[in-house]
């Protein structure tokens, strides 16, 4: 029997044994160049901050969860703080954390997502326009008492526009209502509200302008809070009512407009007012002008009886009577006084004449010409006397003023002489010979030329 050889088995390969920090560092390869950059949109959970500064949190929907790592020279760029529960975006790239195994997202930037995002978009126009004043009060316009016509900007097929008519005309139906009619959602809605708005304002055929627009999401009502509306609001000439909404929902459009309603119907309320409490206001007030009218009445009768009695008492005829008696009292009293003053006036005037006459102005004259007669002749005796003795002394001064004076010398023979410039020549040796001198003889004068001097004396 023959033997049967044993044929023989494939080849065994080599193992390439892998350790934990060669395979964890191979996958985290593999993750970074196969993903590169993602997007991720998910639930922030579990929220961390060490003293470091980084960032640690986890992003998750309803059937998974990631594990994310934000470090501190990404994080201090972003514009909010992260809360458990916000519905966020994040950018990174895919990552493993070695010393755990958990592949994780690094994140380079994070922000709001849905919601978060336009909230805060709100937020941040909000402050923007109340900085520059479009929130101040003083610029508020005041709503007409009695509107005669109201226009209404929103939707021609919307639920607030037919509850805006609805109150109008069940509250004051004399007001007449233009629609201007505009989509209030959508890309198109802005554009067309603003144009509305301006539409309304350059026309100016309404008192006051309703901007409305029913309940829904703040996604549904974000065109009211633009820009562009709030700033076509602020511009608009016409004061404006703003009803977006339900009571709890605000808008940047609410704080711009002259005046915020809750609601659409809110703000059909507050423009007009209620006819039957218009009404009843009317009766009110014609029952208080019946009553004060007829309270009017009861004071002037008891005035006018009071005045008839008064004038009965004060009767012409009674007073005359009255008067009579008094009369004749003063009319003898007046003559009376008259006699007095009379008597006081004669003795004043008798005193007068009497001192008068010894005050008289021809006895004082005839004293005063005695006394000038008097006084002229001690006058003339008194010139007489004092010009005799000046006579006497003035004969003296020309004798003894004949005897000294230098024109009695000129007459016995003698002159004067002085040089051309008035000096007086005493000496010979004072003058030069054609030098030209003057001579003052007792009648006249000479001119002469020196010719020669002598010093003899």
């Known amino acids: 029997m023959a033997a049967i050889s044993e044929l023989p088995g494939p080849a065994v390969?080599?193992?390439?044994?892998?350790?934990?920090?060669?395979?964890?560092r191979e996958v985290r390869l593999l993750l970074?160049?196969?993903?590169?950059?993602?997007?991720?949109?998910?639930?922030?959970?579990?929220?961390?901050?060490?003293?470091?500064?980084?960032?640690?949190?986890?992003?998750?929907?309803?059937?998974?969860?990631l594990r994310c790592a934000m470090f501190r020279m990404r994080n201090s760029a972003v514009g909010f703080v992260p809360r458990a529960g916000a519905h966020v975006i994040a950018r990174g790239r895919i990552s493993v954390y070695e010393a755990r195994g958990e592949y994780q997202l690094i994140v380079e930037h994070l922000e709001e997502a849905g919601i978060g995002a336009l909230k805060r978009e709100f937020e941040r126009l909000k402050a923007k326009l109340a900085a520059e004043g479009l929130f101040a009060l003083e610029r508020k316009r005041a709503l007409p008492r009695f509107p005669k016509r109201i226009g209404v900007i929103t939707s021609p097929s919307g639920a607030a526009l037919r509850d805006v008519l609805n109150i109008?005309?069940?509250?004051?139906?004399?007001?007449?209502?233009?629609?201007?009619?505009?989509?209030?959602?959508?890309?198109?809605?802005?554009p067309a509200l603003v144009a509305a708005l301006q539409f309304a304002s350059a026309r100016a055929e309404c008192e006051v302008l309703i901007l409305a627009r029913g309940g829904g999401s703040l996604e549904d009502l974000w065109a009211f809070n633009d820009e562009r509306l709030a700033r076509?609001?602020?511009a608009c000439a016409l004061p404006v009512i703003s009803g977006v909404g339900h009571e709890i929902d605000f808008t940047i459009a609410d704080l711009v407009a002259d005046v915020r309603a809750p609601t659409p119907s809110g703000a059909a309320e507050l423009v007009v007012p209620d006819r039957l409490a218009c009404l009843e206001a009317i009766g009110r007030s014609e029952q208080r002008l019946a009553a004060g009218m007829r309270r009017?009445?009861?004071?002037?009768?008891?005035?006018?009886?009071?005045?008839?009695?008064?004038?009965?008492?004060?009767?012409?005829?009674?007073?005359?009577?009255?008067q009579v008696q008094r009369l004749d009292e003063l009319a003898q009293r007046l003559g009376s006084a008259m006699r007095a003053?009379?008597?006081?006036?004669?003795?004043?005037?008798?005193?007068a004449r009497g001192w008068l006459e010894r005050n008289s102005p021809r006895q004082l004259l005839g004293d005063c010409r005695g006394r000038c007669d008097?006084?002229?002749?001690?006058?003339?005796?008194?010139?007489?006397?004092?010009?005799?003795?000046?006579?006497?002394?003035?004969?003296?001064?020309?004798?003894?003023?004949?005897?000294?004076?230098?024109?009695?010398?000129?007459?016995?023979?003698?002159a004067i002489v002085t040089t051309a410039q008035g000096s007086l020549v005493t000496d010979a040796a004072a003058v030069v010979p054609g030098q030209t001198i003057h001579a003052r003889l007792a009648s006249g004068a000479l001119v002469a030329q020196v010719t020669a001097r002598k010093n003899d004396a």
Not at 33 to 60: C, I
């Open 13 to 24: 390969p080599a193992r390439d044994l892998y350790s934990v920090s060669r395979l964890t």
């Open 32 to 65: 970074d160049r196969g993903l590169g950059v993602v997007w991720v949109e998910g639930e922030l959970s579990n929220f961390s901050q060490p003293a470091s500064g980084h960032w640690y949190f986890s992003l998750k929907d309803r059937d998974a969860q």
């Open 232 to 234: 076509a609001i602020h």
């Open 296 to 322: 009017e009445l009861r004071v002037c009768a008891a005035r006018l009886e009071a005045t008839q009695r008064r004038l009965t008492l004060a009767h012409p005829g009674v007073r005359l009577t009255q």
């Open 341 to 351: 003053c009379i008597d006081r006036d004669r003795i004043r005037f008798a005193g």
């Open 374 to 414: 008097a006084l002229q002749a001690r006058l003339r005796t008194a010139v007489g006397q004092r010009l005799g003795a000046a006579a006497h002394r003035l004969a003296l001064a020309q004798r003894a003023l004949g005897s000294v004076s230098p024109l009695a010398t000129l007459e016995r023979g003698f």
């Open 168 to 190: 109008l005309a069940r509250r004051f139906p004399p007001a007449a209502v233009l629609i201007y009619p505009a989509p209030v959602q959508g890309a198109a809605a802005v």
